[in-house]
């Protein structure tokens, strides 16, 4: 007979697992969502660049207990500094694609035709992260195992 220890000790990991999964599943889908987009469906084009003000300020009040004007002013710097942030990770994002593309044409340039097609099949990372094939999504190779 299973002691009560054990089944407290399983249904505590099994509601940390549900919970952690529910949190992950409402940060991927739901707060990342556009207005009024279905489940499941992103905003075209680059990806947000950061989580929204709000959700930061949210926090760091949680963490340190701000005064509305402390929330305020830090709303403002947030908003202030996002385009410049926007603007590093997409050149940044297109340095390393290029970087990439010529890691690529390097190693096709020691293959055969053949290997060379075959690569071209397989390689990944070429489509920034989320767009296109990749390990695991329609059209890419199979996930590892």
Request: glycine fraction near 10%; hydrophobic fraction near 40%; avoid cysteine.
């Amino acid at each position: 007979m299973v002691s009560a220890r054990v089944w407290l000790l399983t249904f505590v990991a099994l509601v940390f697992l549900v919970g952690g999964s529910a949190g992950i599943l409402v940060d991927r889908v739901w707060l990342l969502q556009p207005a009024g987009s279905p489940p499941g469906v992103r905003r075209p084009g680059p990806p947000p660049a950061g989580p929204p003000a709000e959700r930061i300020v949210a926090e760091l009040d949680a963490a340190l207990t701000l005064t509305d004007a402390q929330r305020q002013q830090i709303t403002t710097i947030l908003e202030a500094h996002r385009p410049r942030v926007r603007q590093l990770q997409e050149e940044v994002r297109q340095r390393f694609i290029d970087e990439q593309r010529v890691l690529h044409d390097e190693i096709s340039k020691t293959l055969t035709p053949d290997q060379a097609a075959l690569f071209k099949n397989i390689s990944v990372g070429l489509d920034p992260p989320g767009r296109g094939p990749g390990r695991g999504r329609p059209g890419g190779p199979p996930p590892r195992r």
